[in-house]
Nanobody, 112 residues
Framework: VPFVESGGGLVQPGGSLRLSCAGA????????MTWHRQAPGKAREWVAT???????FYTDSVKGRFTVSRDEAKNTMYLEMNSLQPEDTAVYYC???????WGQGTQVTVSS
């Protein structure tokens, strides 16, 4: 797989997590990179996009709470998630825009 997601876990409502998307067979640099998530019983949905110049876009439900960034030296993209809520529970995936390959994802569970 081109990217490997990690950093998920169990967190209480209001808590924070930082997810990582490490390039394994591909590069996160100079690419349009995206985060997606799939909640139980629901379709996979887009969460955030990071453009090569640094511009970022987010789905409305995470605006102001999630921040996407990348460290080119580490060939890794991050998703900083704050003020997590139970509805954020999902498997989170990263992907290079325009490709169709998905990694294993990383499970985020928000529960008290």
């Amino acid at each position: 797989v081109p990217f490997v997601e990690s950093g998920g876990g169990l967190v209480q409502p209001g808590g924070s997590l930082r997810l990582s998307c490490a390039g394994a067979g591909d590069s996160v640099s100079d690419e349009i990179m995206t985060w997606h998530r799939q909640a139980p019983g629901k379709a996979r949905e887009w969460v955030a996009t990071l453009f090569p110049g640094g511009a970022t876009f987010y789905t409305d439900s995470v605006k102001g709470r999630f921040t996407v960034s990348r460290d080119e030296a580490k060939n890794t993209m991050y998703l900083e998630m704050n003020s997590l809520q139970p509805e954020d529970t999902a498997v989170y995936y990263c992907q290079k825009h325009g490709t169709s390959t998905w990694g294993q994802g990383t499970q985020v569970t928000v529960s008290s």
